[in-house]
Structures are given as structure tokens and as C-alpha cells.
């Protein structure tokens, strides 16, 4: 149900943007976000937004950085994240959360994208 796309490996204070198509939900109904697994350690929100894109939630790390965005006309999320640093390196997911700030999500995880940053 969730396709993501657009990781890769990039050098300290590049950007990228990460896409996430989604189906078989009525993806306009749903609080939308994106999450990441770095190694070693368990998967964490990074950034979420409302149904209408009227309040976003972003954790503190990445606060200023990236910005979350969806278009739900195309059942599309995406990430845009600038000034990346080596502590970003991680698998980026996106799901439709429960709430704002947690990691508790409705449906299966995807395969994910990875995001690697590094010299």
C-alpha cells in the first residue's frame, strides 16, 4: 500500500526528496507521515501532517530542515529534506499515523526508501 522512493546516498548538507505513493485507503481521510529506522535503533517519527495539511508535526531533529508535504489528489506524500547530516542515514517509511507525534501507524509498513549521508 505504500511505495517509497527517492533515497539515496548524499554528502553532509545535501538534499533529497523522498515520494511515497499510497493505495487501497481513502488517503484524503488520514494523517499522513514519514518515519525512519537508523541503524541500530528503532524506528522514530520524523515528520507528520493532517488530512488537509493544516498542522505538521516535525521531531525536533529535523525541525527546520525538512518539510513535509501531501498531495491528495495524486494519494502522495512527500518529504523534502535539506541540510542532511550523517545522523539522517536511515530507512525512510511513510504510513498513515494514529496521531501526530507517535509511531503507531494504521497499515503494514512498505519496503521503504534508504537515505544514506555521507563524505
Known amino acids: 500500500q505504500f511505495v517509497e522512493s527517492g533515497g539515496g546516498l548524499v554528502q553532509p548538507g545535501g538534499s533529497l526528496t523522498l515520494s511515497c505513493a499510497a493505495s487501497g485507503f481513502p488517503f484524503s481521510l488520514y494523517v499522513m507521515g514519514w518515519y525512519r529506522r537508523a541503524p541500530g535503533k528503532e524506528r522514530e517519527v520524523v515528520a507528520t501532517?493532517?488530512?488537509?495539511?493544516?498542522?505538521?508535526y516535525y521531531s525536533d531533529s529535523v525541525k527546520g530542515r525538512f518539510t513535509i508535504s501531501r498531495d491528495n489528489a495524486q494519494n502522495t506524500v512527500y518529504l523534502q529534506m535539506n541540510s542532511l547530516k550523517p545522523e539522517d542515514t536511515g530507512a525512510y517509511f511513510c504510513n498513515a499515523g494514529t496521531t501526530l507525534e507517535t509511531v503507531q501507524v494504521h497499515f503494514n509498513w512498505g519496503q521503504g526508501t534508504q537515505v544514506t549521508v555521507s563524505s
Open positions: 501532517l493532517t488530512s488537509g495539511s493544516l498542522t505538521t
